[in-house]
């Protein structure tokens, strides 16, 4: 006569369940995580790149800001048009030389 698991866990909870079918689910989460860990390993376990220092990049901010100070020492510009101008060349130093190509 076959074993009714439904009407055992009815009438007994989970207790009169074997423990074989546990095990085997543990087993299959634990295998889906490892999948998960492995498929994603560059994305947990990897460090993001760092920039170089002397990026073109770099070079062009530092030339458009030594600019942009010094029209600020000369009085050309003030404070509020000196930031908005850096935020500009930013953009512009972004735009010629991207970081991440």
């Given at each position: 006569m076959a074993r009714n698991v439904a009407r055992d866990v009815v009438r007994n909870g989970?207790?009169?369940t074997p423990w074989a079918p546990r095990m085997v689910s543990l087993l299959v989460g634990l295998g889906a995580l490892a999948v998960l860990?492995?498929?994603?390993?560059?994305t947990f376990f990897t460090a993001p790149p760092q920039e170089?220092?002397?990026?073109?990049?770099?070079?062009?901010?530092?030339?458009?800001?030594?600019?942009?100070?010094?029209?600020?020492q000369?009085?050309?510009?003030?404070?509020?048009?000196?930031s908005l101008f850096a935020q500009r060349a930013e953009a512009l130093c972004r735009d010629l030389?991207?970081?991440n190509p």
């Open positions: 989970a207790q009169g860990l492995y498929y994603e390993r560059d170089a220092e002397n990026t073109p990049f770099l070079q062009c901010l530092a030339e458009r800001k030594g600019d942009i100070h010094a029209m600020e000369d009085g050309t510009i003030d404070a509020a048009q000196a030389f991207p970081t």
